[in-house]
């Protein structure tokens, strides 16, 4: 028995008993012939301490050779400590230390392991099994595994059952790309790692399951962006015989679960939004509600009037910043230069100042008059104090643009608080999304998505206006799920694939085995997909999901600290069939 | 809303009530103007009446058009039933029809979507989604899914943390085939996908996690038999600060709350047995121990009687079959083709009866007395009716083929009940075992384990006698889970790599990670790993892990249903930098 207690345990009630803690050495202070050691485990940090008085000369010298992470045990009686501290649950005690025996010495780490850490990114990386030490993010590992907990309780409750879906399937062109794995058995084929278990738990639907869900890893082969990794975990759920709204009521109670148990948050029945209210008023499908400047459109007051700008656009729009008048000429230009940068790529910006007697002084004085300037900020509902910001241009472009500065004011107005949630539905997506470059329709959700029936009419006419039954849960201007009522009838599934550009012969090879279910007896059913590391995130208060994953990969897709990927054998290779060709140089 | 109730839900309270069902239609009787339709979803079955006398004709007609497993909605009233059914709980009652809307129809289903159906195997596999309706496989997943909750009931309970390891890492050497996937962005290299997550659960430990489990996938790309699959699950576990003694009692800990919570069967304390006892007791570290028939090994008492299989024999051993001495001359001989057969490869069997009188009579009588034979009754503990089976040859062939011979009495015999079940402990595993074949030692269970620290000073002198601390969990004879303390120290773990023939610089590049762990504070761990498929078909009583699989692949590795895996595509080929070479012709 290697311990008696953990070092989060022991409590004045355990005074005058003899014990074994087992821990990480966090810290030693040797001041006055006294030497304390902070002792750390995942449980907490119990303090050891020897006294030159009492404690054997080679005891006194043993400890003062400890280093910093060295793995001991130590035995000895709890006391009460002279000076308490009571910011460690432990604090009222300490450990007399009679005997200590290094389990293993260890060598001085790269980085600090305390919460603060003077380790970079690609260091802490490197040695991930050092940074997982550290409170923060050990924290950040233990609120998932309680997410995974509550979101397991929850469907469970609700008789829902949880099926494993295969991991080696068939690639698909449809979507992102595929990560593949060359079969050694069926030369010249491959399998692929899902991207989501879409195509299964429609078919446990099939098979009549009724209500099925999975915490599950899903694999995009896609360039990686900050909050991108090639393999991340899904909630994934799917029910029958239900419409819409049963979907809504059923993950709306999920969230609400989830908030309460894991945040002791209480969350409200959460709204709805179409997806044209989301665009035309956030001028984005997910819209971080937890402050309002919404979207006031303002063409009718402001064309005509000689400003050429405005005359020319599209679509002019505009937001209140509430009490921002007093923004300073370089905050302002800091304004410009942000709508500027080409990943916004507004042209200009402008703006109208509110001052403390109602008047209004904009920086297009001299083509609007104060009666118009006053009009505009009627239109905006702008108080004394307030400051309005244009964006003019193409109406999509505009928009996407405002949306952004919409979230640059609200956080430098302090309105994104991260302790506060504002989740929210947003509905009636649109089922299709013209690509230019293709040219062709790309499914918005996916292929399986189905139509509203009162827009079915539009299939030949106008297929980009159809609406989709798809829904997405929106909290603080994270996307956190998505999904839809399903096709479940094979003419109009097929119908869909047409629409895709897939001829008959392609949508049978991709997708005959679920159409040809759809024949035997499907049932009406539709489902949702978390992002279970961005959903962690978002609870834990991060940007980053890599701080909520154990072993993370880089923006090259590289796990830095087992250097993966690497090179296989020539043997591996002939095993599976494959040649390398077309390597870059070097 | 589709349905208000579920098809196994509604009982004589209800009757009189106005309820909606969904389901598939399971079978129609028309009988005397009268028409049941059992309507099936996953909660039950509930009987739908329709009677000419009361029932509008255009309903009737519509109903007699259904066909099996049309998914319809029925709506109608709660009536008692005139002749009960006491097999189903929805047996007291009916649902006279006035309504139904068919929500689709269905094409007749390649096989009986009964309990017991007449499709073959290839034919259920290819349409899998209809054979998860049957109620035996659907009760399969329901049970492993309550399996997986009870799992982690338990595993939370004692403070255990569910962490997500990698699917996308790096192939090594040692162990199984790989399966590996190309990267795209990491020209020229591949990622492998896990065999176990045995180094990531390590480095968890290293990173103060204590204890940590997960129920996750593994994949080994080898040739596939009857039980084995190329993606399986696993519980995966692993402990810090504890020695064997402390896992062992864990997960006896584990073991007895499943089979409490999902069977409701009391286990008692598991027995322990050592690797070397399991050998010479039963020819196999996996005993089935439901039954006693050990070997009893008879060298002394059968040599230099002149009879040369004896006399030549290394080992003589044999075993005892309570109240099979009344078997046939055919019986007899069905066990003598039994062990001759290639895969047992024993060269002939000596047997003897004990008669009702005491008096034994042997195949080998005339190099045996009979009070030598009586010798060998008294031996092997056999009483009147008794029969005894000798095998006799090489040691461990001969061991392992009358192991093989044990089982195949032990099911003759009946002493093999699927409701019975008797775990164990197998402990002590050597360290080593020989491969003949390339002249090298292979770690035992693998390169982590740690070898028992009495046994140390035999790393020079005789590897091979180094025993292990390491344990096996075995049920009924199957190994349903095993694991090892593991090695912590940077040096004893080079000296495994070098024992295993890894150079230097091999072991480096492959598990120099691990290493440098161990150098920063690594404490003492061990773990253990369940086949979560396999402890399913234990649980189940079935032999076949794939009943347990919601889509399981065949003897190939293919997934017939979806018709994976499969070519891909040049471009997809291309931006791997992959060529296909040697490929089978035709």
Known sequence: MFRTH?????RLANVGEEVILTGWVQRLRDKGGMLWIDLRDRYGITQLSLDEGITATELMQQARSLGREFVIQATGKVIERHSKNDKIPTGDIELQVTKIEVLNPAKLPPFLIEDETDGGDDLRMRYRYLDLRRTPVRRNLELRH?????TRNYLDGLNFIEVETPYLIKSTPEGARDFVVPSRMNAGEFYALPQSPQTFKQLLMVSGFDKYFQIVKCFRDEDLRADRQPEFTQIDCEMSFVQQEDILNTFEGFIKHLFAQVK???????PRMTYADAMRLYGSDKPDTRFGMQFVELNPLVKNKGFKVFDDAELVVGICAEGAASYTRKQLDELIDFVKRPQIGATGL???????????KSSVDKFYSPEDLQEWANALNAKPGDLILILAGGADKTRKALNELRLEMGTRLGLRDKNVFSPLWVVDFPLLEWDEEAQRYHAMHHPFTSPKPEDLHLIESNPGAIRANAYDMVINGVEVGGGSIRIYDRTLQSQMFSLLGFTKEEAEAQFGFLMNAFEYGAPPHGG???GFDRLCSLFGGSDSIRDYIAFPKNNSGRDVMIDAPAPIS?????????NMKNLPKG
């Not at 002791?264 to 959460?270: A, C, G, H, R, Y």
């Not at 402008?350 to 209004?360: I, K, L, P, W």
């Open 6 to 10: 953990t070092c989060g345990e022991l």
């Open 146 to 150: 309680r997410m995974m907990r509550e």
């Open 264 to 270: 002791d948050v209480n969350i409200e029945k959460l």
């Open 350 to 360: 402008v703006y109208a100042r509110v001052n403390e007697d109602g008047s209004v």
């Open 528 to 530: 949702i997909a978390f």
């Open 570 to 578: 020539e043997a591996q290779l002939d095993e599976l069939h494959i």
